[in-house]
């Protein structure tokens, strides 16, 4: 079927879930996540991929095995698509982003040197300043306190160098715009102007070529 947004329910859904984060309360209304939440996300998905790439869900249950909080449910739905997107909704409205929200350690050292350097530091300005112009934010994440090592204090692109990961973001309220295909184009209109981010990293940054950590 074809995407015509998320009805109502999807939003009370989530309201309930985050007053009685339950077993009980889940599977008393897991026809209404399945149905409102669940399938719209999907249907959007599979409309997107030809642009951007075949989607994934991550699974609703949180992994409480090192948390205090043990709370077993997410309290959004979230997806990724192959080419690099990032999608939630929850009832706090929808959300989409693209980017490197956190960067390995190689990924850093790579990032900072190009964030210092004239003409590349000043090509990320220039793409954070256009996706400002439209809209959207562009914020870094896990920012030091300070400037990293071997960096000045004072460097023009201060912030920037201090951050650990970088992307494009947009988060919309709930209104009833969210159960029509207004959704679409608004998430659609966010991964399109963060593309030239996304180039921008993947030229300058690219992935981690570290061995990922072992499982605790």
């Given at each position: ?43 959007l998905l599979a409309e997107m991929a030809e642009e951007f790439g075949a989607g994934k869900i991550f ?22 698509t192959a080419k690099g997107g990032y999608i939630a909704l929850s009832a706090a409205g929808l959300a ?6 956190m960067m390995a350690t190689d990924q850093l050292d790579r990032y900072r040197r190009a964030v210092a ?100």
């Amino acid at each position: 079927m074809a995407f015509r947004g998320w009805p109502d329910e999807a939003i009370e859904f989530f309201d309930g879930l985050e007053i009685d984060n339950s077993k009980s309360y889940w599977q008393e209304h897991k026809d209404v996540y399945d149905r409102c939440v669940k399938t719209p996300m999907e249907e959007l998905l599979a409309e997107m991929a030809e642009e951007f790439g075949a989607g994934k869900i991550f699974r609703p249950y949180r992994d409480v095995r090192f948390s205090k909080d043990k709370a077993p449910y997410k309290t959004n739905i979230a997806a990724t698509t192959a080419k690099g997107g990032y999608i939630a909704l929850s009832a706090a409205g929808l959300a989409a982003g693209a980017g490197m929200y956190m960067m390995a350690t190689d990924q850093l050292d790579r990032y900072r040197r190009a964030v210092a350097s004239e003409a590349q530091g000043q090509a990320l300005e220039q793409i954070i300043t256009a996706l400002e112009k439209q809209g959207h934010e562009c914020t870094p994440h896990g920012a030091l306190k300070t400037a990293p090592r071997g960096y000045p204090r004072d460097h023009p692109r201060i912030d920037l160098l201090r951050a650990k990961g970088l992307t494009a973001w947009h988060e919309w309220q709930p209104g009833p715009w969210l159960s029509t295909a207004t959704a679409k184009t608004r998430v659609v209109s966010l991964l399109r102007a963060s593309e030239p981010l996304k180039e921008w990293l993947g030229e300058h940054v690219g992935d981690s070529t570290l061995p990922e950590p072992e499982p605790r």
